[in-house]
């Protein structure tokens, strides 16, 4: 046998134990540091895995619980940008809307003295589009005309009213109008 190892076995119990005692725990200190702790440092790492991944699930399961109230919301939504869009039109509808208030207000019964687009003024996600109108008739042709102006499925306003006594025609007193008339138009990005 091997000198060393009759050397070993010849001492005493106590340091035969103790020297088995250490070499024991160098294994399994060696066994801890170089397989257990990085083992249990990507455990850890795991578990903070797993509870983002659990509240990320609970946070998209609630996300698809409601899914349907989101789509109703949604679809309403679609309408009421459907409704805004029919009030604003695009740029190829605007001449035609120009040359409908000139029909209205001939409608009313009010003479068209001259009628003048004005440069396009842009406001981010829509457009003005004013225009200039000088028109002849009567108090109530006006008053006819701006209801009429008021219940047309597009925006137009009527401002800057500017009203002068031309003549008296019988009873009635026929003016001169002045107006400045807006419409308005989405601006697609």
């Known amino acids: 046998m091997n000198p060393k190892v009759e050397k070993l076995l010849k001492l005493p119990l106590y340091k035969r134990s103790l020297i088995l005692a250490v070499l024991i725990v160098v294994i399994v200190g060696a066994f801890v540091w170089l397989l257990w702790l990085p083992e249990y440092e990507k455990l850890d790492v795991m578990d903070q895995e797993i509870a983002?991944?659990?509240a990320d699930y609970i946070q998209k399961k609630q996300i698809a619980d409601n899914l349907p109230k989101f789509k109703e919301e949604f679809a309403k939504l679609?309408?009421?940008?459907?409704?805004a869009?029919?009030?604003?039109p695009n740029k190829k509808e605007i001449p035609t809307l120009l040359t409908n208030l000139a029909a209205l207000a001939k409608d009313n019964g009010l003479e068209v003295v001259n009628f003048t687009p004005?440069?396009?003024v842009n406001k981010g996600f829509y457009a003005e589009v004013p225009a200039s109108l000088d028109l002849v008739g009567s108090y109530h042709q006006v008053a006819e005309f701006a209801q009429a102006v008021g219940k047309l499925s597009r925006i137009v306003n009527l401002s800057d009213l500017n009203m002068s006594s031309s003549r008296?025609?019988?009873r009635?007193?026929?003016l001169g109008i002045?107006?400045?008339v807006t419409t308005f138009r989405f601006v697609e990005q």
């Open 172 to 174: 009635t007193a026929i």
């Open 85 to 88: 869009l029919t009030q604003l």
């Open 168 to 170: 008296i025609d019988g």
């Open 78 to 83: 679609e309408k009421l940008l459907e409704e």
């Open 118 to 120: 004005r440069g396009e």
């Open 52 to 54: 983002r991944l659990e």
């Open 178 to 180: 002045k107006c400045k």
